[in-house]
C-alpha cells in the first residue's frame, strides 16, 4: 500500500491560509489522492481529490507535486469551524475501492 | 449534510447481544461501505456491498455480518458482542466502484457494549 505522511497536529490562525502537507513518495501512478475532515466525532467529511493535476472547489485547493510524491490541501481562509482531523489517503485497496485511513492531521485554528 | 442516512445515533447494549446498524445510501449510489472507529484503531475499513452483491473485506469479525438490500439499503450485523466492539461505526457510500469515486459518509452510530 502507498503509506501517507502528515504532522500529528498544526496549528492555523483565524483567517489566515491552512496548508496541509502529506507525503505519498510510493503513490502509484492510477492512485488518487484524497483529502477527508473529521471533525469532532461526526462521519468523515469529503474535501477534495485529484490524480494528476492541481484541483480547487468551494472548500479547499489540492496541489500535487509533478512527481505526484506529496501534496499539499489548502485551506484558503480558515474558521474556527474548519478545526477537525484531516486526512490524506492515497491508497485503496486491492479492489480499488476502500480507503486506508492514517491518523491523519489534527488541525486547530485558533482565534 | 452528505445524504447518507444511519440508524440508530446511538446504541448502548450488554454483552453477548446482537444489534443491527442501518445504513441508507445517497440517492442512486450502489455501492455501500462499513467502517469501524475505535479509540485505539482509527477508521477501519469492514466491507463493501455493490449493487446488493458482496464486493470487499477489510478487517470484520466473524461474529459480524452485513448485506444489502434490493433497495440498496445496508445493515451491519454484530453479534456475541464484547466490550471492544464498543465504537463509532460508519457507512459510506458511492455512485459506482473504482478508482476515482468518492465515498460520502454518514453521521455513524455510536455503539457502547457495557
Known amino acids: 500500500d502507498a503509506k501517507t505522511t502528515q504532522p500529528t497536529s498544526m496549528d492555523c490562525a483565524e483567517g489566515r491560509a491552512a496548508n496541509l502537507p502529506c507525503n505519498h513518495s510510493?503513490?502509484?501512478?492510477?492512485?488518487?489522492v484524497y483529502w477527508y475532515r473529521q471533525i469532532h466525532s461526526q462521519g468523515p467529511q469529503y474535501i477534495i481529490h485529484g490524480l494528476k493535476n492541481n484541483e480547487t472547489n468551494e472548500m479547499a485547493s489540492l496541489i500535487i507535486t509533478e512527481d505526484r510524491k506529496s501534496s499539499t490541501l489548502i485551506l484558503p481562509h480558515a474558521t474556527l469551524r474548519d478545526t477537525a482531523v484531516y486526512y490524506c489517503?492515497?491508497?485503496?485497496?486491492?479492489?480499488?475501492?476502500?480507503?486506508?485511513f492514517g491518523p491523519g492531521t489534527r488541525l486547530s485554528v485558533l482565534p | 449534510d452528505s445524504g447518507v442516512t444511519q440508524t440508530p445515533k446511538h446504541l448502548i447494549t450488554a454483552t453477548g447481544q446482537r444489534v443491527t446498524l442501518r445504513c441508507s445510501p445517497r440517492s442512486g449510489d450502489l455501492s455501500v461501505y462499513w467502517y469501524q472507529q475505535s479509540l485505539d484503531q482509527g477508521l477501519q475499513f469492514l466491507i463493501q456491498?455493490?449493487?446488493?452483491?458482496?464486493?470487499a473485506k477489510g478487517n470484520i469479525l466473524e461474529r459480524f455480518s452485513a448485506q444489502q438490500f434490493p433497495d440498496l439499503h445496508s445493515e451491519l450485523n454484530l453479534s456475541s458482542l464484547e466490550l471492544g466492539d464498543s465504537a463509532l461505526y460508519f457507512c459510506a457510500s458511492s455512485a459506482q466502484t473504482g478508482l476515482g469515486e468518492t465515498q460520502y459518509f454518514g453521521p455513524g452510530t455510536r455503539l457502547l457494549v457495557l
Open positions: 510510493t503513490i502509484s501512478g492510477n492512485e488518487y
Open positions: 489517503i492515497v491508497r485503496v485497496d486491492n479492489y480499488g475501492q476502500n480507503f486506508v
Open positions: 456491498y455493490y449493487n446488493g452483491e458482496e464486493r
